[in-house]
């Protein structure tokens, strides 16, 4: 055999294993780039932590609208008919007609008839 065996090429794999691809030259020859790959990271991480919280924030106050509006409505309805109540009310008495609120649920009459003759 002879002393000059084709050496094994040092693959990118094997130089990262070894520790060799990535040593203090290479940070210290790369540190600015390095720390502007860094600060747009950060800057991602927090972008998109702030839409997250925007978007859930959305969410929250999206809900709490569609509660408020039923209750808006509910309480809409409630106002108008006591202004119906009352316009007809004082209509009734310029009228002079004996008429009031009925304070018991009206009374269902069925027949017992269903017979066919």
């Known amino acids: ?21 990535v040593n203090g030259q290479f940070f210290a020859r790369y540190w600015l780039q390095i720390f502007a790959v860094l600060i747009m990271v950060l800057a991602y991480i927090t972008n998109r932590y702030s839409c997250q919280h925007s978007m859930e924030q959305i969410r929250s106050l999206t809900s709490r609208l569609q509660v408020v509006e039923t209750e808006s409505f509910r309480i809409r309805g409630i106002y108008m008919s006591r202004i119906r109540e009352s316009a007809m009310r004082q209509q009734l008495d310029s009228l002079g007609i004996p008429l009031s609120v009925q304070t ?14």
């Open 104 to 117: 018991q649920p009206p009374y269902h009459i069925s027949s017992d008839e269903t017979e066919t003759r």
């Open 1 to 21: 055999m002879s002393n000059e065996e084709p050496k094994l090429k040092d693959t990118m794999l094997r130089r990262l294993v070894q520790g060799r691809l």
